[in-house]
């Protein structure tokens, strides 16, 4: 069985500058999240999709990310206009019910310089 | 406000020694509990978890405890192995929440042959 995987595995961009990043749950987990971990700290939720739909974003900082999971596979993120305290690596997990056991993707570095 | 916190940056332990990883929380309306271990690069990787009605959870080499009216819990893994080697995270949740993760900082474990 494939695990989560996340495209790209880095990101360097400017500041103002647009980046998508895309996560491949695995397949028939209907459950995905996006987290968040800045340099050393916590790992913040930022949203969590049941099939297409949004479950909760109350952890989406604002609104200058937009995620979307349309047809309920995969799942990109969009950070437009980025800005510096953007950077971090950015983690997608996928579960079959949302108190299992969630598997998470090797996430996305993203730099804004 | 951090809800939940892993006051140990990193810890040291001898092979074959017995190793303790602390987690407080605040909210009491937390319910399960799960310890993830990450490497370098890599996505977090779910260890073992806890439901707030037990207060000891064993699978091999790691056993968590929770101590509810202390608010605390803890992961001991014994004997540590060099393969230990990880930071690891304590997570929160509550039904309430949808079973939103909540994040400690993560303890960077380090075993020493």
């Known amino acids: 069985e494939a695990g989560v995987t996340q495209f790209p595995s880095h990101s360097v961009i400017e500041k103002g500058q647009t980046v998508t990043l895309r996560c491949d749950p695995i397949s028939g987990h209907d459950n995905l999240y996006w987290y968040r971990r800045v340099m050393g700290k916590e790992i913040k939720f930022l949203l969590h999709f049941v099939k297409e739909s949004k479950q909760d974003e109350s952890g989406m900082p604002n609104n200058r990310f937009l995620a979307e999971r349309t047809g309920g596979t995969y799942s990109t993120l969009k950070v437009q206009p980025a800005e510096l305290e953007d950077s971090g690596v950015y983690f997608c997990a996928s579960s079959h019910d949302p108190q299992g056991e969630q598997y998470f993707g090797p996430g996305t570095r993203l730099t804004v310089t | 406000d951090q809800q939940v916190k892993q006051n140990s940056p990193s810890l040291s332990v001898q092979e074959g020694r017995i190793s303790i990883l602390n987690c407080d929380y605040t909210n009491s309306m937390f319910d399960y509990f799960l310890w993830y271990k990450k490497y370098p690069a890599e996505g977090p990787t779910f260890l073992i978890s806890?439901?707030?009605i037990k207060d000891k959870n064993e699978d091999g080499r790691f056993t968590v405890f929770l101590n509810k009216s202390a608010k605390h819990l803890s992961l001991h893994i014994v004997p540590s192995q060099p393969g230990d080697s990880a930071v690891y995270f304590c997570?929160?949740?509550?039904?309430?929440?949808?079973?939103?993760?909540?994040w400690g900082a993560g303890t960077k474990l380090i075993i020493k042959p």
């Open positions: 997570a929160a949740s509550s039904m309430d929440s949808n079973y939103q993760l909540i």
């Open positions: 806890i439901s707030s």
